[in-house]
Each structure stands twice: as C-alpha cells, then as structure tokens.
C-alpha cells in the first residue's frame, strides 16, 4: 500500500464515523500547533513574509478541514457506507 492509499484509507475510517466533540478539539489544538511550528520553521528559514504566507495558507486548509468535519458531526456521513 502506498502512501496515498494509506492517506485515503485513514480519512475514510476517519470520516465515516461521527466524530466526537474530543476529536474536533483535538484536530482544531494540532492545526494550531502545526500551523505555528511551520511559521517558526519558514520563518527561521525564509524570513517574515514567507511565514505569514506559509501560516496563511496552512490555516485555510486546515479551516476548511475543521468546517467539514464539524458539519459531518451533525449530519452524519452515510454517503462513505457501502
């Protein structure tokens, strides 16, 4: 199994099921840690405005993944069921 298969196939088991309240919290303090450490890592690398770019970038995609996932919570995700 390559690595994209095994990035699909851990999304899928994780967005078939209803996440908790636990989960969102824990995905929204990773996206948070994450998106800073790769601030503080272009920054020392690349300078100021790269960071913020970097840090702006990385934070719409993991906004969008926290939306999703929070409106998956509510309504459910019988469309990956077969």
Excluded: C, K, N, P
């Amino acid at each position: 199994m390559g690595l994209l298969e095994h990035l699909e196939s851990s999304y899928v088991d994780f967005s078939s099921h209803r996440t908790t309240v636990r989960e969102l919290l824990e995905l929204a303090v990773g996206a948070v840690l994450f998106v800073f450490l790769a601030w503080v890592v272009v920054w020392l690398a690349l300078g100021t405005t790269a960071a913020f770019v970097a840090a702006a970038v990385l934070g719409v995609g993991f906004t969008i993944v926290l939306i999703s996932q929070t409106y998956w919570r509510l309504v459910g995700r019988d469309d990956y069921r077969e």
